[in-house]
């Protein structure tokens, strides 16, 4: 299996993931949003496993910066968003063998994982 994750270094779930996934000895490999955002195309694929709603980080600056109007967007205009503004996207996103799994750090992520 392989695992790797979409995120950002700062962020406490993400070091949360990291933490126990080294702890449970799962090799994974770590992408920063910020420094090396996904493209277009590695975010459409996101959003056609896991739809856009799964995706939205709602607690961040940028998603409060959006307009009321984004409670209407299609998934389209969330890729598009998510685009622009990588800090859009809930963290972390765990991919497994290459396809997008979830996004965020469940209560139970050894049976996240194996699903």
């Known amino acids: 299996m392989t695992l790797a994750l979409w995120g950002i270094p700062t962020c406490g779930t993400v070091k949360k993931a990291e933490r126990w996934l080294t702890d449970a000895?799962?090799?994974f490999t770590t992408?920063?949003?910020?420094?090396?955002?996904?493209t277009r195309d590695q975010i459409a694929a996101?959003?056609?496993a896991l739809g856009a709603r799964?995706?939205?980080n709602?607690?961040?600056?940028s998603f409060r910066a959006?307009?009321?109007a984004r409670e209407g967007w299609t998934e389209a205009q969330w890729i598009d968003?998510?685009?622009?503004?990588?800090?859009?996207?809930?963290?972390p996103v765990v991919w497994v063998?290459?396809?997008p799994r979830f996004a965020g750090w469940p209560a139970d992520p050894a049976a996240a994982l194996a699903r």
């Open 25 to 27: 000895g799962r090799p």
């Open 31 to 38: 992408r920063d949003l910020r420094r090396d955002p996904p």
């Open 46 to 48: 996101a959003v056609a």
């Open 54 to 56: 799964a995706l939205r």
């Open 58 to 61: 709602t607690s961040g600056a």
């Open 66 to 68: 959006l307009p009321p």
């Open 81 to 91: 968003a998510f685009t622009a503004d990588p800090m859009l996207i809930r963290r």
């Open 97 to 99: 063998d290459g396809a």
